[in-house]
């Protein structure tokens, strides 16, 4: 993808080209070492998504690439190219590609010709995007490669996410990459490194890891993953002979518009002289005389035949004066490139700390925007993904458990699931879940995540109805509904006591735990009861608005990985009710002002306030404004200013003045500034629930624009400290007025000097200092909170963090201050001349949700972990709908027999009531990643897996028959340390487990087999390449040690590390 703000200076090149059209023509013969060996690497950049939707895109172009490369390839052996998204390919495989194309495939791929690089269902954005969502992309695209093909991708090729992440460079060296290939980074840096040679180094991306982990990492020159558009001869695109594609349809012509001019012998030196130019330019700016000229661009080689044509003609002519020239010419593929790159003896920097966000293409233009743009997009991608997790967890413990008799059809379930592995792994390209595509693939999106999520929680619902029975299917008719979804509405319950609702609550997380229910309920007068037919502690709140539903919150005790019952009725003729909200309400009206910064505690002279509170915090608002205005924490006395308020900036949407903010870029026009001049306050307290509410208004509004719900818990003795310690914060705001971009900006006495530190793909922290003698100071100090950010005063010994379960930008811009962008709405005139309608106009109603933590480093780095896997994978709850009648006349004499009590002790005889997958709690520190049945067929043993492809081809009278079958006994199972080395005094420190006991339930364990990250290399095989470093360490000789070598069943994990196992039964 590419922009009016990347697009190159010419001039200069032009210069260049000049220059070195003289200097290539001089009679004096260039030694063969130093002659320049420039590797063309074919490929065309296609976009799953942004502009034109996927379906539009195969059908005007996609499909040609592949059709037309595989043809130009198999006549020619010199020719080559690299194939990136895997979506395209698959698509063009399954419902384009004939069997003779197949068989050419596997021709081309065995002879390196064509080679798969990434190999990812796409290429992922890095700024936005959580870190298992990128797993799982890249296991899906590695997965159907190797299975296909045998091959596994060994290299990166990340050339247009909007900058560059350190836990993405890790994820790849723990898939076994040997290089990682990266473009889009700051201009002022890029052009420092290319001044200095430093475009290529080692990255050691995660300290925990240093040497173990590091992998080689080449940062594209200003042209991109691009070469020269324009040529001083011509006025049409330079080297894209083919021309621009073109939509809905491909011309039937086959004349594209703005076709470069034939390669012909009038013109034959003018372009040698062009891309000799451009070769020895580049070469300037590295450090051997290896130079990677890629050939291609957005939609390219879609006429492959032309392509090469020309080609053909212009690096045959460089090659026969490669003396004169001191250039030598060659098709290549990225890996034959990287080959001769670690063959040389050169020693690479070495690079240990940071990464390249935010990215910035000019001095006005800091890509920050996009970590808001489409709010709603980013929630559903998420909530996707979260969803995905539990039912490939259910699907696994369905299918495996050796107790389960299994009633689903599997296949079809695992379709569904796949379905859903699809529509998440597509919306996690860069120009996706970042909301910077037009809003026709933005529908794509929605579409093929709601409708796939759908078909998930159809199986949870079979899967559940077959994990609870115990053969009461032929006793009792029941059906499983998942709650939460658009279609469920509010739970009823009926007046009726003697039919209670039983809840079934399952949790996805690798630990037990209490969670936090939360339901909406048709009525007031509700008990919950759990299993054992004993009260538990709940409470109804009353709706924000009139029309809305009462909620009903408890809190349920889940074993890990896995559900347990609770039963909801009216009342059960007690005298012990739920708990009812008392409610205060209060309006101020005056004038909002940004609030002042102010050192230590709150001045309360003269105010009069109002608190909610629970055993770890006391959370107090000021009357006279109606806003936030301190917190108290319990535990130590501490009391801290800490204010919350609704701001907006006025956005840049004229080009005439400069850069405007648009999907990629937030430019304001200045500060931000307070919204509203009403705040209305609702406080609830209750025995368990305690909420502020503030409605946000301007004078002249009679609906809240901006609505936010701040909540506390009381827990009762012996409950998870977690629920006591966060702060919850829902959010409803929208839709803003036009060019207007939300924040919410919370100040306290957290004395941090505006340092910053937020979460690199929910992976690992990352500090973030202030950016001083910027051109945007705004702009270029907002980063990526794709999970977490948090501020600390190391003197005081304080930290203020947020939780999010969808990215935000996220900015530090004033000591004690965290900022949080919300939403953004703009209309500007940068595009119109592209016809591409990427305007931002969101005129959506977002509800984001925040969880606050605060309290000293150690206590708050202990909850951290847990609380964010918590906020990001609640908990899916599930009502059973049953016939009462039908129980009653089966298992008593009449319904009065059936009391509340009989009910729930004869529904625990009919069903398991409590179940979890593992048979034992994970440590604290390790996150159950991953437990799915993966489906593919693929062998173990690459050897065999190499054989196995070649027998897929069954030729037969000529037809090519391509087996597909699907492997459901092999589980893919990934632990992640989830701490940092040093982070925590306990909790850093490397564990050992057992993944035999852990997995008890599932039976003995007859095959584990340790794999690299996304499951393609048997991890004793796997060596990776290892290049010579300036490091005083040193690499060279630093084993690539594996840590905790797995003993029978047991291993040991290391902090940060993600360990990942094939396992079978």
């Not at 003289?22 to 002659?35: G, Q, R, Y």
């Amino acid at each position: 993808m590419l922009l009016r703000s990347d697009k190159i200076n010419l001039s200069l090149f032009l210069l260049i080209c000049v220059f070195f059209r003289t200097d290539c023509t001089v009679s004096n013969a260039t030694k063969e070492a130093d002659k320049i060996q420039a590797f063309v690497i074919p490929h065309s950049h296609m976009d799953v998504g942004w502009v034109y939707t996927v379906e539009a895109s195969m059908r005007a172009y996609a499909a040609n690439v592949y059709t037309t490369v595989v043809e130009n390839l198999v006549s020619h052996p010199e020719k080559r190219f690299i194939a990136v998204e895997q979506e395209f390919f698959r698509l063009w495989w399954n419902n384009v590609a004939n069997n003779t194309q197949k068989d050419n495939v596997h021709d081309l791929i065995e002879k390196g010709q064509m080679e798969f690089i990434i190999g990812g269902q796409v290429m992922n954005d890095e700024a936005v995007t959580e870190y298992s969502a990128n797993i799982q992309q890249l296991t899906e695209g590695h997965a159907f490669i190797y299975e296909t093909f045998g091959v596994r991708p060994q290299f990166s090729w990340h050339v247009d996410p909007f900058g560059a992440t350190a836990s993405m460079a890790t994820l790849f060296s723990l898939a076994g990459f040997n290089a990682h290939l990266t473009s889009r980074i700051d201009y002022d840096k890029k052009e420092a490194m290319m001044k200095n040679k430093g475009l290529q180094f080692v990255w050691q991306s995660t300290k925990s890891f240093g040497a173990s982990r590091e992998i080689f990492t080449h940062v594209m020159d200003s042209y991109s993953y691009c070469v020269p558009s324009d040529l001083p001869f011509s006025n049409r695109s330079g080297f894209y002979w083919n021309g621009i594609a073109v939509f809905p349809d491909p011309p039937s012509d086959g004349i594209y518009p703005n076709m470069s001019l034939p390669v012909t012998e009038d013109n034959l030196k003018q372009y040698a002289d062009v891309m000799v130019g451009n070769i020895k330019q580049r070469a300037a700016w590295f450090k051997t005389n290896n130079v990677l000229w890629p050939w291609g661009c957005d939609k390219q080689f879609f006429n492959a035949t032309i392509q090469f044509k020309n080609m053909d003609k212009l690096l045959a002519y460089i090659q026969e004066a490669s003396t004169d020239y001191g250039v030598s010419v060659k098709y290549a593929t990225l890996g034959e490139y990287f080959e001769a790159l670690h063959a040389t003896n050169v020693s690479w920097d070495v690079k240990s700390d940071g990464d390249f966000v935010p990215y910035s293409s000019g001095p006005h233009e800091a890509w920050t925007g996009f970590y808001t743009s489409r709010n709603f997009l980013k929630g559903l991608a998420r909530h996707s993904q979260s969803l995905l997790h539990a039912g490939e967890c259910l699907f696994s413990m369905y299918t495996h458990l050796p107790n389960v008799t299994t009633t689903i059809n599997e296949t079809v379930a695992l379709k569904k699931l796949k379905a859903l592995r699809w529509a998440s792994a597509e919306v996690q390209h860069h120009d996706g879940v970042t909301g910077t595509e037009s809003p026709v693939v933005r529908d794509m999106y929605v579409s093929h995540l709601s409708s796939s999520a759908d078909g998930v929680r159809d199986a949870v619902e079979e899967m559940i109805e077959g994990l609870i029975s115990r053969n009461a299917k032929q006793e009792v008719k029941f059906k499983v509904h998942v709650l939460g979804n658009k279609n469920s509405g509010a739970l009823q319950v009926l007046k009726d006591s003697t039919k209670p609702v039983p809840i079934i609550v399952y949790n996805p997380l690798g630990w037990s735990m209490n969670r936090t229910i939360r339901l909406n309920v048709t009525g007031k007068n509700i008990s919950v009861k759990d299993a054992d037919g004993k009260r538990v502690p709940a409470q109804i709140v009353p709706p924000f608005n009139k029309d809305d539903h009462y909620q009903l919150f408890f809190f349920a005790d889940v074993p890990a990985m896995g559900y347990t019952t609770y039963f909801i009725g009216n009342g059960y003729h007690s005298n012990h009710h739920t708990h009812q909200s008392h409610v205060t309400s209060s309006i101020a009206y005056r004038k909002l002002k940004p609030t002042k910064k102010s050192k230590g505690r709150s001045n309360h002279a003269g105010k009069t306030f109002v608190a909610i509170s629970n055993q770890c915090y006391k959370i107090t608002v000021d009357k006279s404004t109606n806003l936030l205005e301190s917190i108290t924490l319990k535990e130590s006395g501490k009391q801290m200013k800490f204010q919350n308020i609704f701001m907006e900036y006025d956005s840049h949407t004229d080009v005439a003045n400069g850069q405007v903010s648009n999907n990629y870029i937030f430019r304001p026009k200045g500060n931000a500034q307070v919204v509203g001049q009403k705040v209305v306050l609702d406080i609830l307290n209750g025995a368990l629930v305690h909420e502020i509410r503030q409605s946000f208004y301007n004078l002249s509004e009679d609906k809240p624009r901006y609505m936010v719900t701040l909540r506390l818990y009381t827990i009762p003795d012996h409950y998870d400290n977690l629920i006591c310690n966060r702060l919850e914060m829902d959010l409803k705001v929208g839709p803003l007025l036009m060019n207007k971009e939300l924040v919410t900006r919370f100040t306290t006495s957290v004395h941090n000097g505006r340092t910053l530190y937020t979460d690199e793909n929910a992976y690992q922290m990352m500090k973030r200092p202030p950016r001083y003698n910027v051109s945007e100071p705004i702009a270029q100090n907002y980063y990526p909170m794709v999970s977490t950010a948090f501020i600390e005063d190391v003197k005081s010994d304080i930290r203020f963090t947020a939780l999010s379960e969808r990215t935000h930008g996220v900015s530090s811009l004033g000591d004690g201050e965290i900022e949080i962008m919300l939403h953004r709405r703009l209309m500007n005139n940068e595009f119109e001349d592209h016809n591409f309608n990427l305007t931002l106009n969101d005129s959506s109603v977002v509800q984001p949700r925040l969880w606050l933590l605060l309290g000293n480093k150690t206590h708050l780095s202990l909850l951290q972990h847990q609380s964010r896997l918590q906020l990001e994978n609640p908990p899916l709850v599930m009502s059973v709908d049953y016939s009462q009648e039908d129980l009653a006349a089966r298992f008593f004499h009449s319904r009065k027999d059936m009391t509340t009590h009989a009910f729930i002790t004869k529904w625990c005889e009919l069903f398991n009531t409590r179940f979890s997958t593992l048979a034992a709690d994970l440590p604290a520190n390790v996150h159950l990643l991953t437990l799915k049945t993966p489906g593919w067929n693929y062998d173990s043993n690459h050897l065999k897996q190499i054989e196995k492809v070649k027998e897929t081809i069954i030729r037969k009278d000529g037809i090519q028959k391509w087996k597909l079958t699907v492997n459901t006994k092999r589980l893919m199972v990934r632990f992640h340390h989830l701490y940092a080395k040093g982070e925590h005094p306990s909790m850093s420190k490397a564990v050992a487990i057992d993944a035999q006991k852990l997995l008890a339930t599932f039976g003995k364990i007859s095959v584990i087999d340790e794999r690299s990250l996304t499951g393609l290399w048997s991890k004793k095989d796997l060596n990776r390449w290892k290049w010579n470093t300036n490091d005083e360490c040193g690499s060279t000789n630093t084993p690539y040690q594996v840590e905790g070598a797995l003993t029978g069943t047991t291993f040991t994990i290391v902090p940060q590390d993600i360990r990942t196992f094939f396992v079978e039964f």
